[in-house]
């Protein structure tokens, strides 16, 4: 297969992160005998250094062409601290969002067994966690009409919605149900909202056409308590903008660290594939930002184009490595493995089909890991 890949690596740990997810995808092109073609572009703070817009039209013309988007991340304490600040690094993935037309948002949220210990939550709560949360991503409050009285005494936002708005995404979560444990949870607040009781309406009769997915419903504020009682319960979540919002921000910290979590944002022709976690600007060149979710998120990538062998080898080398404990100090705080270490650890279990042997020293120091 011959993918051309825009990279937008954004601002402050985008780059190092990327990086190593482009290293990840070279090896999987290498073994599995595909082509794969980065090309680079501005997106974040650092186009509106460079070109005063946080989307640079070369950029969007890039992403358009291409046949999917590696994304970084985006954001700059100069922007962040400027309340008068008009033009900011967020409007840059906004924007693009919506000019690819990106309506479902994808987030898988696993428990790693060897690093139950790292979760808030404890290890009896949240092993065998392993969920998918389906938020759509264009309408609902966040998109609606919002208005503020004169005297700004008042103020209003339109939650709004359409059935075909709902069954686009919600297709999606029932095909994903049926490749995993056939279980879908659609989360609203039917007792209270106009919007949801629509969703589930057009959810509920959509589940005749998945007569092997188990659908059930759980209110918005329920949803959130058994996030955090018994999130195992849960095999893949539907919800809409502003629930998946908090739901899966939720979620995140099941695992551990928010350098463990992938997305996906899908489109009727265009994905988008990113880290959830920020820029993280104190972290910039010092080698600690964790590259497992950037690489999560390419492994998506591959799944995105039927590449499933492919994207579940990625899955295995990062379990692997993360068992061996071969992580950055978010996670291993003793073990002085850096970003690179880590990519590069990733690397050679893909390009040696796992038959390597550990030498942390020369793993330490960057040199090869294989003996």
């Known amino acids: 297969m011959n993918l051309h890949i825009a990279v937008l690596s954004g601002d402050g740990i985008g780059p190092e992160v990327t990086s190593q997810s482009i290293k990840i995808l070279t090896a999987i092109a290498e073994k599995y005998q595909h082509t794969f073609t980065f090309e680079n572009a501005l997106v974040g703070a650092i186009a509106i250094d460079e070109t005063g817009n946080p989307l640079p039209e070369k950029t969007l013309d890039l992403c358009l062409d291409a046949d999917a988007v590696l994304f970084g991340a985006i954001g700059d304490p100069k922007y962040d601290n400027d309340p008068s600040a008009k033009v900011r690094p967020e409007q840059g993935l906004l924007a693009l969002r919506k000019a690819l037309g990106l309506f ?5 949220v696993k428990a790693y067994d060897t690093l139950l210990d790292k979760s808030p939550l ?3 709560i949240i092993q065998d966690t392993d969920i998918v949360i389906y938020r759509e991503l264009t309408g ?3 998109f609606g009409k919002k208005t503020l009285s004169e005297d700004g005494t008042k103020a209003s936002d ?3 919605y359409s059935r075909g708005e709902i069954e686009r995404v919600a297709h999606l979560a029932f095909k994903a149900a049926q490749g995993r444990r056939n279980k879908l949870t659609l989360v609203d607040k039917a007792n209270v909202l106009e919007t949801s009781r629509l969703w589930r309406k057009v959810v509920t009769a959509m589940a ?7 659908l059930d419903f759980l209110f918005v504020d329920n949803a959130a308590m058994q996030m955090v009682l018994n999130p195992s319960q849960f095999d893949v ?3 809409e903008n502003m629930f998946g919002d908090i739901i ?3 979620a995140s910290v099941i695992g551990g660290s928010i350098g463990l979590l992938a997305s996906a944002s899908i489109g009727s022709k265009y994905a988008l594939f990113e880290p959830i976690h920020g820029s993280y600007p104190q972290a910039t060149g010092k080698g600690i930002a964790n590259p497992v979710a950037s690489i999560l998120s390419a492994a998506m990538l591959l799944d995105h184009f039927g590449l499933s062998e492919e994207a579940e080898t990625v899955r295995s080398a990062v379990e692997h490595t993360i068992n061996l404990e071969i992580c950055t100090p978010d996670l291993n705080k003793d073990g002085g493995y850096s970003t690179e270490n880590v990519g590069t650890f990733i690397e050679e279990f893909i390009a040696n089909s796992g038959g390597i042997h550990i030498n942390s020293g020369n793993i330490k120091v960057g040199q090869s890991t294989i003996i």
């Open 237 to 239: 979540i539907l919800t």
């Open 104 to 108: 479902a948002n994808i987030r898988p």
């Open 122 to 124: 404890k290890k009896h």
């Open 140 to 142: 609902g409050i966040y």
């Open 208 to 214: 005749s056409h998945y007569p092997d997915v188990a």
């Open 158 to 160: 339109l939650c709004e």
């Open 248 to 250: 899966s921000d939720e």
